[in-house]
T-cell receptor
Framework: KQEVTQIPAALSVPEGENLVLNCSFT??????LQWFRQDPGKGLTSLLL?????REQTSGRLNASLDKSSGRSTLYIAASQPGDSATYLC?????????????FGQGTTLQVKP | GAVVSQHPSRVICKSGTSVKIECRSL??????MFWYRQFPKKSLMLMAT?????????EQGVEKDKFLINHASLTLSTLTVTSAHPEDSSFYIC?????????????FGPGTRLTVT
């Protein structure tokens, strides 16, 4: 069973729109949850990390929320720009892991059209 | 800070040969390094977790004799793909966990594109 599900798998929006990416996870005993950005053929860039004791984190136009009870996290992107086009991945670390091993979702591929 | 490098960024090798990929944490010490594999348009699949000075822990279904991992120091881990075959062609990404960091945050390398002909 997929432990992390990201919806939608792909999204295309015009420049300037505010948008929300969704991530749901099956394990409520998480240590933290991270959102990453991946450009084609590149590695991952960490965007935001939310500890299990936190409900949200903000960085610039990005805001990530965490609701452990419902097993959901959202990434809100305000005033989207063409440079935001990339694949966005969420991943969590289990509380039971002593290494911080991350469980990844399949990602949402975002295209922002100028 | 917290930069992770990988070398090479791209490698092409012939079937049957071995290839080594290096992962380095440039400005911090990493007690734990992770090796992932990514197929086109797919998410990352964890292959193994390596701790400095000890044997790597491999995920189910990953052949430890084929994917040799060495974590000789707190700043260097290597992945060697032995007797490579075309099905080993993939994008390999490493990440490093910050030693002593309370958040277990991982920092990812830029990836290595392996093509086996």
């Amino acid at each position: 069973k997929q432990e992390v599900t990201q919806i939608p798998a792909a999204l295309s929006v015009p420049e300037g729109e505010n948008l929300v990416l969704n991530c749901s996870f099956t394990d409520s005993a998480i240590y933290n949850l991270q959102w990453f950005r991946q450009d084609p053929g590149k590695g991952l860039t960490s965007l935001l990390l939310i500890q299990s004791s936190q409900r949200e984190q903000t960085s610039g136009r990005l805001n990530a929320s965490l609701d452990k009870s419902s097993g959901r996290s959202t990434l809100y992107i305000a005033a989207s720009q063409p440079g935001d086009s990339a694949t966005y991945l969420c991943a969590f670390a289990r509380r039971s892991s002593n290494t911080g091993k991350l469980i990844f979702g399949q990602g949402t591929t975002l295209q922002v059209k100028p | 800070g917290a930069v992770v490098s990988q070398h090479p960024s791209r490698v092409i090798c012939k079937s049957g040969t071995s290839v080594k990929i290096e992962c380095r944490s440039l400005d911090f010490q990493a007690t734990t390094m992770f090796w992932y594999r990514q197929f086109p348009k797919k998410s990352l699949m964890l292959m193994a977790t390596s701790n400095e000075g000890s044997k790597a822990t491999y995920e189910q279904g990953v052949e430890k004799d084929k994917f040799l991992i060495n974590h000789a120091s707190l700043t260097l881990s290597t992945l060697t793909v032995t007797s490579a075959h075309p099905e080993d062609s993939s994008f390999y990404i490493c990440s490093a966990g910050l030693a002593g960091g309370p958040s277990y945050e991982q920092y990812f390398g830029p990836g290595t594109r392996l093509t086996v002909t």
